[in-house]
């Protein structure tokens, strides 16, 4: 199984989007632009430091970032079997498997980003990262101080990190030195996410989290509140709700993939803080990122040269069987009699048209799912139908 994992904030660097200028899916950053009254080429492009790291800034560039690099892998016909994002990556997740729609989703995070630098502002807070010290040492460490403190992001084996007052946070790097931790390390933050200072933030993001239609997902997404896989688009909302100061459940969200049947994971945004994650966690998964054009590149040959288990430039094995068809053009989709779950397609069959054109599959496989409705009206390159090959 492959899964896709989407970082979170903290991965924005200046100009990250420049080398992705040129690329057919740099079209979706002037949808967002226009979803949400900013400009996010500007911000791909131009930001400086400082301003990256902003909130409302960083979660915006990365968010845009990671669906313009999902994009252009969903254009070579890879699909995830699964789906997981790291704190704002957990909203790349749920567009990428169309729980929410891209608009929806670039508004969810535009308001999220605002909510939380609010948020931020009204109550002085920061992180850092505990570095060779157990899970429950570091908690025991928080629970040690008097000042507000607590663990914020299970990330990997060895690496927690803790969020709370600035106060608060010394006084529980400290206690965890003296436990064994190898370094407690401040994090450039401004503020104290995924714990009770983020509370009211909740109240704003809450009424655009109400105002949004969400959908089943394609395919499973595991979550950071409970480590869990979830297929109901009755979920969301609670979820995305509860994320807000609930902390990162990243390191048993590996587990939970890796338990699930999950080999291979594709890191797709900026950075590659994920990949290192799931390397030191998932020991014999392959992990592979895509950040760049040339990455993709990599994975296009990759592909070539072997269409069920291509290597990555590093040497490891991305085992692939999962394939997504997309469509020739724009218009209404009208799939063809008989397109179900199940149903097997040769390659160079037709499962139905965009208008007046056909859409016909590259591949051969089992129909695992199909992504579009009948008279829905699909964007060019749109995903329609989920196929696996082996």
Known sequence: MLAFTFPGQGSQKPGMGSKWVDHPSWELVDEASDASGRDIARLLLEADADELKATRNSQMATFVLSMVVLDAVERIGLAPAIAAGHSLGEYSALTATGVISFEDG?????????????????????????????????????????DEVWVANYNAPGQVVIAGSPAGIEAAGLAAKGLGAKRAMPLPVSGAFHTPFMASAGERLGKALDSVRYRSPAVPVVTNVDAAAHRSADDWLDLLTAQLTSPVRWRQSLYRLEELGVLSFLELGPGAALTGMAKRTCRGAATVSVAKPADLDNLIANLESNNTSPTSSAGEN?????????????????????????????VGEALGQVGEDPVVSPFAGTVMGIMAYDGERVTARQPVVWLRTA
């Open 106 to 146: 670039v508004r969810l995070v535009a308001e999220r980003g605002e909510a939380m630098q609010d948020a931020a502002d009204a109550t002085t807070g920061t992180m850092a990262a505990i570095l060779g010290l157990d899970d429950d040492k570091v908690v025991e460490a928080c629970d040690s101080v008097d």
């Open 318 to 346: 991305l085992y692939v069987t999962e394939r997504v068809v997309v469509t020739p053009g724009a218009g209404l989709f009208t799939p063809r009699d008989g397109l179900e779950v199940g149903v097997q397609l040769a």
